[in-house]
């Protein structure tokens, strides 16, 4: 055999990262389940053995894109949790960063997380499951800044983190519902000042977008 027909023989390889890209775009402009096998495989040019090989199953690539996805566009949000801003700043910068991120016109509109898998067929209940973990992972770094709030003295003590925490998520979901429906940036921003409104403790508002 000719090292030519051996070439040709071999299943083309695509980039990890490009490949994940593509599946989250995909996942994210159509959900799981309106997202085939046969979506993905011609979207990055490759034959279903390739996919296999390179990401495990539609759920194994679905879990794997998800995750790249939020690693990308939740960094800046949960360093400024994580950083020295005062939690009012932070949760502004955390609520306006989503909004850009929901509304930017070169993405999908919507959250991939946020509002994904919420309906689903029974055989796809550990999707969903994947997905409402993710969900929760966020009301959790929310309730770990909340509580750092308390013992900085910027929320008062005996403050209910869980149900702030819950209630500032549930606006993020909200705004994506209504980012898929069309809602515009400047529309969204003002849902987050009204949220802020809201916040129980000491505020240091900055300029939108600063971090």
Not at 21 to 30: G, K, N, S, T, V
Not at 44 to 70: C, N, V, W
Request: charged residues 25%.
């Amino acid at each position: 055999m000719s090292e030519l027909t051996r070439k040709r023989g071999r299943p083309r390889m695509l980039d990890r990262e490009a490949g994940l890209e593509i599946a989250a775009r995909l996942f994210w402009q159509h959900g799981y389940e309106g997202t085939s096998i046969a979506d993905l495989t011609q979207a990055m040019g490759i034959t279903p053995p390739s996919l296999y090989a390179a990401f495990g199953s539609k759920e194994d690539l679905y879990r794997q894109a998800l995750d790249h996805t939020i690693e990308r566009e939740g960094k800046s949000r949960s360093e400024a949790l994580q950083g020295a801003m005062s939690a009012y700043d932070a949760l502004a910068f955390y609520l306006r960063d989503v909004v850009q991120g929901i509304t930017d016109p070169g993405k999908p509109r919507g959250c991939i997380v946020s509002t994904a898998v919420l309906q689903h067929a029974k055989e796809n209940e550990s999707v969903a499951t994947v997905v409402a973990a993710r969900r929760e992972a966020s009301i959790q770094a929310l309730k770990t800044r909340f509580q750092r709030a308390i013992d900085e003295g910027e929320l008062p003590t005996g403050t209910d983190i869980d149900g702030l925490a819950r209630f500032y998520a549930a606006v993020v979901q909200g705004m994506s519902a209504q980012a898929c429906d069309g809602a515009c940036t400047e529309r969204l921003m003002q849902v987050v000042d009204t949220a802020l409104s809201a916040w129980p403790g000491t505020r240091h508002p900055g300029p939108r977008g600063a971090v």
